[in-house]
């Protein structure tokens, strides 16, 4: 299982740590991915970490301001968002994915994960 939380209203400019709480499988042995969903619109890939940590991925829309990382001991993947923007405001998914090395144009297709958690409300408004 995963479980998505660290969501809530922030102003634009603000800062939110979402965190990603597995439990249930091999943790360290997967890739995990950030996605959101914003109301109206499809789910978007939004980052991805490797199961070592060594590779990440992110959407061009958050690319320098978001930043996923992982600790394998607490079984937790992270996304730390800074200079938040009224577009970010979605709900937030993480997903394992189908294996430990995501590939470079597929780590954000929603069909290459397998488990999804429950998302996490980000809302950016002054």
């Known amino acids: 299982q995963l479980q998505a939380s660290g969501g809530g209203l922030v102003q634009p400019g603000g800062s939110l740590r979402l965190s990603c709480a597995a439990s249930?499988?091999?943790?360290?042995?997967?890739?995990v991915g950030w996605f959101r969903q914003a109301p109206g619109k499809g789910r978007e890939g939004v980052s991805c970490i490797s199961s070592s940590g060594g590779r990440t991925f992110y959407a061009r829309s958050v690319k320098g301001r978001f930043t996923v990382s992982r600790e394998d001991a607490k079984d937790t993947v992270y996304l730390q968002m800074n200079s938040l923007k009224p577009e970010d405001t979605a709900v937030y998914y993480c997903a394992r994915y189908l294996g430990s090395h995501p590939i470079a144009g597929l780590w954000a297709a929603p069909v290459q994960y397998d488990f999804w958690g429950r998302g996490t409300l980000v809302t950016v408004s002054s």
């Open positions: 249930g499988f091999s943790f360290d042995a997967y890739a």
